[in-house]
Nanobody, 121 residues
Framework: QVQLIESGGGLVQAGGSLRLSCAFSGRTASNYAMGWFRQAPGKEREFVASIIWSGGSTRYADSVKGRFTISRNNAKNTVYLQMSSLKPEDTAVYYC??????????????WGQGTQVTVSS
């Protein structure tokens, strides 16, 4: 069974940076794509970024392009989301997910517990 453990959330001022981490265990990581999603209060869960373990191909939501970077460390089975130039509208619970990739949450059967990111203005 795939397990995903996120860390790195917190409170930051607008314009600041945070790095989220997601540790993958339980299966062969290279068989999966990894995604970061977020959900703000009263809103649907939305795609943020994804990466393919094998080859490292990445995708981003338009709202975070140029500000967020997804990466992976194959040796540590860990995926990262480096977030810079943060805005108050980035405030949400951020989730790590593993599955088939692309933009839809339905493509990802495995989810972490979520980590809160709060950006103050």
């Amino acid at each position: 069974q795939v397990q995903l453990i996120e860390s790195g959330g917190g409170l930051v001022q607008a314009g600041g940076s945070l790095r989220l981490s997601c540790a993958f265990s339980g299966r062969t990581a290279s068989n999966y794509a990894m995604g970061w999603f977020r959900q703000a209060p009263g809103k649907e869960r939305e795609f943020v970024a994804s990466i393919i373990w094998s080859g490292g191909s990445t995708r981003y939501a338009d709202s975070v392009k140029g500000r967020f970077t997804i990466s992976r460390n194959n040796a540590k089975n860990t995926v990262y989301l480096q977030m810079s130039s943060l805005k108050p509208e980035d405030t949400a619970v951020y989730y790590c997910a593993a599955g088939g990739g692309m933009y839809s949450p339905g493509n990802y059967p495995y989810w972490g517990q979520g980590t809160q990111v709060t950006v103050s203005s």
